[in-house]
């Protein structure tokens, strides 16, 4: 609870980088090994949902704990949505929610022999613990709170870019606070900065993402969206270079 009114723009905190979910994280974790030695590599973004499941499994011992309990079990996204649901959709909705799926059951394929690699780190079965529903899981999870910041390439990923970065301070905010934060990544001194706005707390996601959302994209990604959305997506200068929006 603050202590007096926060005005738009104003700073709110700042925090450390390594505060951030990102596929360093799950580099500098007991995942590392597996991933340096997989080939031909894995992706960022199959990085970070073998990292949420295995973290999710181990629950109780997971240093993200708190983390893991704000976030929803399942999301609506369409892939989450019964194909009856989908077939009542528009049909350029209808096309990126299968879409959507495909994408999801050809990554889930590609990476189960990954998965299978981690079966020293597990006392059950990996196949038990990395099903679909789990992936599916993380992956929604990724795809709809991400904040997009870009990092260096490693030779341990594929060539996909490496542009995803959890941030659980956000989420507890989303659950704490009637208000909606903007974030931006403070490139020279390595932080995430958390800003109030004057918006509905579900409009974040629209700061946060870059703003090239059509309704069915915003909807098919996030699973919900807002009639007037268009309005708040804004350009906002920073001096430069202290500031690069995410």
């Given amino acids: 609870m603050t202590t007096k009114t926060l005005q738009a723009e104003e700073l709110i905190i700042s925090l450390p980088e390594k505060c951030l979910l990102t596929s360093n994280t799950v580099l500098n974790s007991y995942l590392r090994e597996y991933i340096l030695k997989w080939k031909p590599p894995i992706s960022p973004v199959i990085a970070l949902c073998s990292f949420l499941i295995a973290e999710k499994w181990f629950h109780r011992k997971s240093v993200w704990k708190p983390y893991l309990d704000l976030l929803p079990e399942t999301y609506t996204c369409p892939v989450y949505l019964?194909?009856?649901?989908?077939?009542?959709?528009?049909?350029?909705?209808?096309?990126?929610?299968?879409?959507?799926?495909?994408?999801?059951?050809?990554?889930?394929?590609?990476?189960?022999r990954f998965f299978s690699s981690l079966q020293p780190l597990f006392p059950e079965d990996v196949e038990i613990i990395f099903n679909f529903s789990a992936f599916q899981w993380a992956w929604c999870t990724i795809n709809t709170r991400t904040v997009f910041m870009?990092?260096?390439?490693?030779?341990?990923?594929?060539?996909?870019?490496?542009?995803?970065?959890?941030?659980?301070?956000?989420?507890?905010a989303y659950s704490l606070s009637k208000s909606a934060f903007s974030s931006y990544f403070q490139a020279i001194f390595g932080q995430i900065c958390f800003f109030s706005?004057?918006?509905?707390?579900?409009?974040?996601?629209?700061?946060?993402?870059?703003?090239?959302h059509c309704h069915s994209h915003t909807f098919s990604s996030l699973g919900f969206t807002i009639h007037c959305y268009t309005n708040i997506i804004q350009s906002k200068p920073f001096p430069k270079p202290v500031w690069n929006k995410i």
């Fill in 82 to 112: 019964e194909q009856e649901t989908v077939n009542l959709f528009p049909e350029p909705l209808k096309r990126k929610a299968l879409e959507q799926r495909s994408l999801i059951q050809d990554l889930f394929a590609s990476s189960k």
């Fill in 197 to 212: 706005f004057h918006f509905s707390l579900l409009l974040i996601k629209f700061i946060v993402h870059p703003p090239t």
């Fill in 150 to 172: 870009k990092h260096s390439q490693k030779d341990c990923f594929s060539r996909e870019p490496d542009i995803y970065a959890l941030a659980p301070f956000l989420d507890l």
